[in-house]
T-cell receptor, first 117, second 109 residues
Framework: GAVVSQHPSWVICKSGTSVKIECRSLDFQATTMFWYRQFPKQSLMLMATSNEGSKATYEQGVEKDKFLINHASLTLSTLTVTSAHPEDSSFYIC?????????????FGPGTRLTVT | RKEVEQDPGPFNVPEGATVAFNCTYSNSASQSFFWYRQDCRKEPKLLMSVYSSGNEDGRFTAQLNRASQYISLLIRDSKLSDSATYLCVVNRYGNKLVFGAGTILRVKS
């Protein structure tokens, strides 16, 4: 159980285009999903918390108009990188949390490697 | 000061060795603690949650010291397949997580 999928696994696009990344919980319902970004040799940085049926909560320094998040159902959250630029090239990973005992465990999708040329 | 600090390593150990990683966290209100494993260019995978009483899962033992805000991971009888980056993870509040930068382990034959 606790499988999270992401699509696409990698994408190359030209500067100025928009890219949509999908995150799905395959065998459970997730009211909350998270979007992270990871640059080479750095740790995961939380970008935003995606809540089903409501607006996403963005971390400080993350532009909500650039990184659009939609959590339309209990099994799907999408991240759209609008007007992508080379500095947006990164590894984008989503996760979904499950209550396990007294704490929430997070399970990650396989990630999407975005390269903007 | 970073919220979660780890020694980046790398730790280079022979097969069969015992290796320990440490991690400190700054938020005394944190309630949940985890070790994740991340292979190169892959997503993090949950290795184990860390409980106050300490817990063991096969060759892996995790300890938590709340007073010192310190978490450890011990790996016994290292295998080649244990080579990875080990991430110390702490919740900020609720179910938001903060990741350490990771400790690189290389197990060599």
């Amino acid at each position: 159980g606790a499988v999270v999928s992401q699509h696409p696994s990698w994408v190359i696009c030209k500067s100025g285009t928009s890219v949509k990344i999908e995150c799905r919980s395959l065998d459970f319902q997730a009211t909350t999903m998270f979007w992270y970004r990871q640059f080479p040799k750095q740790s995961l940085m939380l970008m935003a918390t995606s809540n089903e049926g409501s607006k996403a909560t963005y971390e400080q320094g993350v532009e909500k108009d650039k990184f659009l998040i939609n959590h339309a159902s209990l099994t799907l959250s999408t991240l759209t990188v609008t007007s992508a630029h080379p500095e947006d090239s990164s590894f984008y990973i989503c996760s979904a949390s499950i209550l396990a005992g007294d704490s929430y465990e997070q399970y990650f999708g396989p990630g999407t490697r975005l390269t903007v040329t | 000061r970073k919220e979660v600090e780890q020694d980046p390593g790398p730790f280079n150990v022979p097969e069969g060795a015992t290796v320990a990683f440490n991690c400190t966290y700054s938020n005394s209100a944190s309630q949940s603690f985890f070790w994740y494993r991340q292979d190169c260019r892959k997503e993090p995978k949950l290795l184990m949650s860390v409980y106050s009483s300490g817990n063991e899962d096969g060759r892996f033992t995790a300890q938590l010291n709340r007073a010192s805000q310190y978490i450890s991971l011990l790996i016994r009888d290292s295998k080649l397949s244990d080579s990875a980056t080990y991430l110390c993870v702490v919740n900020r509040y609720g179910n938001k997580l903060v990741f350490g930068a990771g400790t690189i382990l290389r197990v060599k034959s």
